[in-house]
C-alpha cells in the first residue's frame, strides 16, 4: 500500500507538527508522535504502541542520579521513554531478532525505583553486559534481554542478548536496531504465519 491509509492522518499536516512518516517495504505506514509513540496502519488499520504498567513516575532529577550512579549518559530516545513511562509492559511486543533465531517477544521493559523489574538490580545480575558496553533495557519471557549501546561504538544501538550463552566476545548478540525508537518501531502484534 503505497498510497495513504484511508483512515491515516493527512501527512502535511503530520510533518507541520515535526512528527514524521515511514513507509516499510511492505507498504506500512508509520507515524511517529514528537513524543515516540507511533501509530501504524497495516492494511489500512491502526495500532498503536501502549506501555502499560503502573510504575512510580521518574523524575529528571532522578534519572540523572542514576545515569551518575551507574556512570553513563544514556541516550536521548529512552532517557524519553524512560521519563514518559518509566518501564512497564509493551504492546505490540514481538519482534524479529534474525533468520536464524526467528522471532523475540518483549515481556517488559525495565524502570527505575522502587520496581520489580527494576533496572539497577538488572544491571548487577546482568553485568557481564555492561563489561561489554551495553545496558539491560528489557526481558523477553526465557530471561534473554534487549541491551542498548552505551559505548561510542554502539551508542544508542539495540542488541538482543542470550543468556544461556557466555562467549567472552559479542557472538551471543544480534543487533535489533540503530537506535530506540526505530527498536519501538519494528514491534509487531502478531506472528505472520
Given at each position: 500500500?503505497?498510497?495513504?491509509?484511508?483512515?491515516?492522518?493527512?501527512?502535511?499536516?503530520?510533518?507541520?507538527?515535526?512528527?514524521?512518516?515511514?513507509?516499510?517495504?511492505?507498504?506500512?505506514?508509520?507515524?511517529?508522535?514528537?513524543?515516540?509513540?507511533?501509530?501504524?496502519?497495516?492494511?489500512?488499520?491502526?495500532?498503536?504502541?501502549?506501555?502499560?504498567?503502573?510504575?512510580?513516575?521518574?523524575?529528571?532529577?532522578?534519572?540523572?542520579?542514576?545515569?551518575?550512579?551507574?556512570?553513563?549518559?544514556?541516550?536521548?530516545?529512552?532517557?524519553?521513554?524512560?521519563?514518559?513511562?518509566?518501564?512497564?509492559?509493551?504492546?505490540?511486543?514481538?519482534?524479529?531478532?534474525?533468520?536464524?533465531?526467528?522471532?523475540?517477544?518483549?515481556?517488559?521493559?525495565?524502570?527505575?525505583?522502587?520496581?520489580?523489574?527494576?533496572?539497577?538490580?538488572?544491571?548487577?545480575?546482568?553485568?557481564?553486559?555492561?563489561?561489554?558496553?551495553?545496558?539491560?533495557?528489557?526481558?523477553?519471557?526465557?530471561?534473554?534481554?534487549?541491551?542498548?549501546?552505551?559505548?561510542?561504538?554502539?551508542?544508542?544501538?539495540?542488541?538482543?542478548?542470550?543468556?544461556?550463552?557466555?562467549?567472552?566476545?559479542?557472538?551471543?548478540?544480534?543487533?535489533?536496531?540503530?537506535?530506540?525508537?526505530?527498536?519501538?518501531?519494528?514491534?509487531?502484534?502478531?506472528i505472520e504465519k
Amino acid at each position: 500500500m503505497w498510497t495513504k491509509p484511508q483512515y491515516a492522518r493527512i501527512p502535511e499536516k503530520w510533518y507541520a507538527k515535526g512528527r514524521y512518516i515511514s513507509i516499510d517495504e511492505k507498504g506500512v505506514w508509520t507515524y511517529t508522535y514528537k513524543s515516540r509513540i507511533s501509530i501504524s496502519y497495516p492494511n489500512g488499520e491502526e495500532i498503536k504502541l501502549e506501555i502499560q504498567g503502573n510504575n512510580e513516575v521518574l523524575t529528571e532529577a532522578r534519572l540523572q542520579d542514576f545515569e551518575n550512579t551507574i556512570r553513563v549518559q544514556l541516550p536521548q530516545q529512552y532517557r524519553d521513554f524512560l521519563l514518559k513511562y518509566n518501564g512497564g509492559y509493551p504492546k505490540p511486543y514481538y519482534y524479529t531478532i534474525s533468520e536464524e533465531r526467528g522471532i523475540g517477544m518483549v515481556n517488559i521493559f525495565y524502570g527505575i525505583g522502587e520496581l520489580y523489574d527494576n533496572l539497577d538490580k538488572k544491571i548487577e545480575i546482568f553485568d557481564e553486559i555492561m563489561d561489554l558496553g551495553f545496558i539491560p533495557i528489557a526481558d523477553d519471557s526465557g530471561g534473554n534481554q534487549v541491551c542498548l549501546g552505551l559505548t561510542e561504538k554502539h551508542f544508542g544501538n539495540v542488541y538482543f542478548w542470550i543468556h544461556d550463552e557466555d562467549p567472552e566476545d559479542m557472538s551471543n548478540m544480534y543487533f535489533l536496531a540503530k537506535d530506540f525508537e526505530e527498536f519501538l518501531e519494528k514491534l509487531y502484534d502478531e506472528i505472520e504465519k
